[in-house]
Each structure stands twice: as structure tokens, then as C-alpha cells.
């Protein structure tokens, strides 16, 4: 068992930035890929970012190419999502999960094994 601690969201005016972290706890697994998913009031949850355990390979939804950054500091067992030049459509509530089973980034959400509760970003126009 997994367990995943999204934190760093909140209130932002577009053109601002936050850092959402994500740590893990439990049974302490390694190789791991870490994705970031988003999910806005009635719609779908979907693909952010993805990173791997070596941090090596990263993977971004088109949509935050080049405004968002995903990072892993694994001594901390901790993935960070840097998100910068917001916008009101990034509102959303954040989620981290991590995938077990697969060294492939994914942006399936089936793919991955354990969520955290989520975090919430607001971005204001």
C-alpha cells in the first residue's frame, strides 16, 4: 500500500505560479513513474504530466507544454509539479498517482495504482 499527500495548491491570479508537491508513504516501493492528473467540475480527469523514477523521462499533456514542470526528488519521496504563467482553465483539483506496473509514462489514469486525495488550484482571470 501507497499512500499519496498532494499539497501547494490554492488561489492564483492568471499569469501566477504555484508548486504542488506530492509525497509518498508506506510500503516503499522503487522504479516507480509518477503522473499528475487534473480534474475541473464536470469533466474527465485528465493527463497532466508524468515523470519516471530516475527522473529521466518526463511526459506533458499538450495543453501545459512549456508552462508546467514535473520533477522527483526520490530522497524525499517526493514529485513536484512547478506550474507557471496559470490560467483560468488550469482550475481544477490536482491529483498525483503512481504507476507500479509499467516503466512507460502513461497519461491512461487506469494505468496507475494509488491517488492522493487531491489538491486544489484555482486560478482567477
Known amino acids: 500500500q501507497v499512500q499519496l499527500v498532494e499539497s501547494g495548491g490554492g488561489l492564483v491570479q492568471a499569469g501566477g505560479s504555484l508548486r504542488l508537491s506530492c509525497a509518498a508513504s508506506?510500503?516503499?516501493?522503487?522504479?516507480?513513474?509518477t503522473g499528475w492528473f487534473r480534474q475541473a467540475p464536470g469533466k474527465e480527469r485528465a493527463f497532466v504530466a508524468a515523470?519516471?523514477?530516475?527522473?529521466?523521462?518526463?511526459y506533458y499533456a499538450d495543453s501545459v507544454k512549456g508552462r508546467f514542470t514535473i520533477s522527483r526528488d526520490n530522497a524525499k519521496n517526493t514529485v513536484y509539479l512547478q506550474m507557471n504563467s496559470l490560467k483560468p482553465e488550469d482550475t481544477a483539483v490536482y491529483y498525483c498517482?503512481?504507476?507500479?506496473?509499467?516503466?512507460?509514462?502513461?497519461?491512461?489514469?487506469?494505468?496507475?495504482?494509488?491517488w492522493g486525495q487531491g489538491t486544489q488550484v484555482t486560478v482567477s482571470s
Open positions: 498517482a503512481v504507476d507500479l506496473r509499467s516503466t512507460v509514462l502513461a497519461g491512461n489514469p487506469a494505468k496507475y495504482d494509488y
Open positions: 515523470i519516471s523514477w530516475s527522473g529521466g523521462s518526463t
Open positions: 508506506g510500503r516503499t516501493y522503487s522504479g516507480y513513474a
